[in-house]
């Protein structure tokens, strides 16, 4: 099944640009030419808007498309709630916000038959989905495709960061495929399905209830770096109309995972145009910016994607990627600095190791450095970079991220008790001793 899928995979094509007014269609002459809605849509398809912002909002950041679809939106039955499963939303009201450093192993091997949605699995988050307000950090263990089931997110988008094995994404715009050192990026209300490229699939998610992700300002950086609009890949339109079986479509709303059983697929878009669409990005073109002269630029520097917020500067969630780069600085501490931070970073890591920890932070695992929590590079790491010979250095032997964001981060209960908690993670601080001279 999975070579099926994979060859799927090879073959797609994408639309280029990040926040492009972007049109597709899988039949020619489905998408309408001079209006949006005609009074008979082409091919006997239904006409039907997505809004993923309100109508009035600036127009430089309104997001919304326009489907043509077999069948309407609105022609399905009454939804169920459904168990949560490990899925958990803000407000996290059953535990405190913790100041202490929390560190964790990747999610165990999950039970034959579970796909994708089944293995997510919350780890916390802040705000309050409801008011459309904060983030949640998520993970995922999946070892079996989401057959004859479609999932949508009311809460949020979704920001999906593979660690292990690749996915391939059916949406309503077409289908995306995402491997390890890429990511997809799935809009508020966008109906999916994941398909798994290999045996199983493990890794992250940022749920954003804020405002939608955009590329960040680059300021007196120019017109040029960090993550090229043109980089981004929009699928181009795919539908399905060919299943004759019940399909469940369920759909988180205001933290509960509500179903219904419909008699067709959902994923019946057979063309569309707009810009709230979905994208998969390669992590491996973000286009570094660092020092050429001294010191270690702020985290900041390598931003992907940000969620702003109403005071300028302050993300609601920024999503950054630590990516193959030189380091040059002369008389500089290369790795990243000691920090105590008001913002709260969340850290994960694709591949390899990253260059603040020597040991114990692993691909699949991840960190949680609460607001003001202090943190940095741990003693072996410290000690060699104190004494390293400074030639240029190439850092290629690995791809971290963070998902960083202006409110505490409120662990679920069941991160707080998870078996793959490490305990000690204060001890990598452990023996740093006092160099004092004074």
């Known amino acids: 099944m999975s070579g099926d899928v994979r060859k799927t995979a090879e073959g797609l094509t994408y639309l280029s640009g990040f926040g492009n007014e972007h049109g597709s269609e899988a039949v020619p002459g ?11 849509a082409p091919l006997g398809l239904y006409a039907e808007q997505l809004s993923g912002t309100a109508f009035t909002e600036p127009r430089a950041h309104n997001r919304r498309s326009w489907l043509y679809r077999i069948r309407p939106s609105a022609a399905h039955p009454e939804f169920s709630r459904i168990d949560n499963g490990g899925v958990r939303t803000a407000p996290f009201t059953e535990t405190v916000p913790d100041p202490n450093r929390r560190r964790w192993n990747p999610l165990p091997e ?42 949508s997110d009311a809460d949020g988008e979704l920001l999906i960061v593979p660690e292990r094995g690749g996915l391939l994404l059916r949406t309503e715009f077409g289908v995306l495929a995402a491997e390890p050192g890429e990511v997809a990026l799935i809009p508020r209300g966008v109906r999916f399905r994941v398909e798994l490229l290999d045996e199983s699939a493990r890794g992250y998610v940022c749920e954003n209830y804020g405002a939608p992700f955009q ?76 020092t050429i002269s001294y010191d270690h630029p702020d985290p900041s520097i390598f931003t992907v994607l940000t969620s702003p917020s109403d005071t300028p500067g302050l993300a609601g969630v920024d999503f950054v990627v630590f990516a193959p780069r030189w380091l040059v600085g002369e008389d500089t501490f290369r790795p990243p600095y000691f920090h105590r931070n008001v913002m709260s970073e969340y850290m994960g890591l694709i591949e390899g190791a990253y260059d603040a920890k020597a040991e114990g932070f692993v691909p699949g695992g991840g960190s949680l450095h609460n607001m003001m929590s202090a943190h940095g590079p741990d003693r072996d790491t410290f000690d060699k970079a104190s004494a390293a010979e400074l030639k240029p250095q190439k850092v290629d032997d690995g791809l971290a991220f963070m998902f960083e964001t202006r409110w505490p981060v409120t662990l679920a209960p069941q991160a707080g008790a998870a078996g793959h908690l490490q305990r000690g993670y204060d001890d990598v601080w452990r023996g740093l001793e006092r160099h004092f001279r004074g």
């Open 30 to 40: 489905a998408l309408p030419e001079g209006r949006n809605s005609p009074q008979r």
């Open 110 to 151: 999950p039970a034959p038959g579970t796909d994708w949605l089944a293995g997510l699995w919350t780890l916390g988050g802040n705000g309050d989905a409801t008011q459309r307000t904060g983030m949640a950090v998520h993970l995922y263990h999946a070892n079996s495709p989401m057959n004859d089931r479609v999932f």
């Open 215 to 290: 590329l960040p300002d680059l300021g007196p950086i120019g017109a040029n770096g960090l993550a090229n609009a043109r980089d981004f890949r929009a699928p181009v339109a795919a539908y399905e109309d060919d299943v004759d079986r019940p399909v469940e479509v369920v759909n988180k709303f205001c933290g509960n995972l509500w179903s219904a059983a419909y008699d067709h697929s959902p994923l019946d878009v057979v063309a569309w145009h707009g810009n709230h669409v979905p994208y998969v990005y390669d992590l491996r073109r973000f286009n570094v910016i660092g």
